[in-house]
């Protein structure tokens, strides 16, 4: 049911997306400021929640993820909705915005806030974060210049 939802924003926001059943999962590609990268939804129906999440198309090298998450944890500070995250085991970065609705109705309004709390927040900080997985700024120096 959830899925149903998250659907109707997608095509109410013209997004084309593939859908993959088993996972309960839809996926998207936003082609935003910075560049493209994938857009997923979950759903899980019997905890009641639903998860988007914005992913980094490319993986951050080993010797720079400790790197990447300090970044990551200063971008973290004082974000309204959501947050961005790092998998040390692959280096996967994403940002992550869900929504618990038990005893609630989910609402294509409310798809398109947590979508947006990513496509916003990857669009604005893909630079800084590409900037620090390469090495060319430390962390307190990319935080200095996240988002301009």
Same mark, same amino acid.
């Given at each position: ?95 992550? +915005?869900?929504?618990? @609705?038990? /005893? !609630?109705?989910?609402? %294509?309004?409310?798809?398109? &806030?947590? =979508? ?11 630079? +800084?974060?590409?900037? @620090?997985? /390469? !090495?060319?700024?430390? %962390?307190?120096?990319?935080? &200095?210049? =996240?988002?301009?």
């Amino acid at each position: 049911m959830l899925l149903d939802t998250a659907r109707a924003f997608f095509e109410e926001a013209g997004w084309a997306c593939e859908e993959d059943d088993e996972k309960q999962m839809l996926r998207a590609i936003h082609d935003g400021d910075a560049g493209a990268f994938p857009v997923y939804i979950r759903a899980d129906d019997e905890r009641e929640q639903l998860i988007v999440y914005g992913v980094m198309p490319d993986n951050v090298d080993e010797g720079r993820r400790v790197a990447v998450g300090a970044l990551l944890a200063g971008l973290n500070y004082g974000l309204p909705i959501g947050s961005f995250e790092i998998d040390f085991n692959d280096g996967e970065v994403r940002f992550r +915005a869900g929504v618990d @609705v038990e /005893g !609630g109705e989910l609402t %294509p309004s409310m798809v398109r &806030s947590l =979508a947006s709390a990513c496509v916003i927040n990857l669009d604005l900080y893909r630079k +800084a974060i590409e900037a @620090v997985a /390469g !090495g060319s700024m430390d %962390p307190l120096e990319a935080l &200095s210049t =996240a988002g301009g």
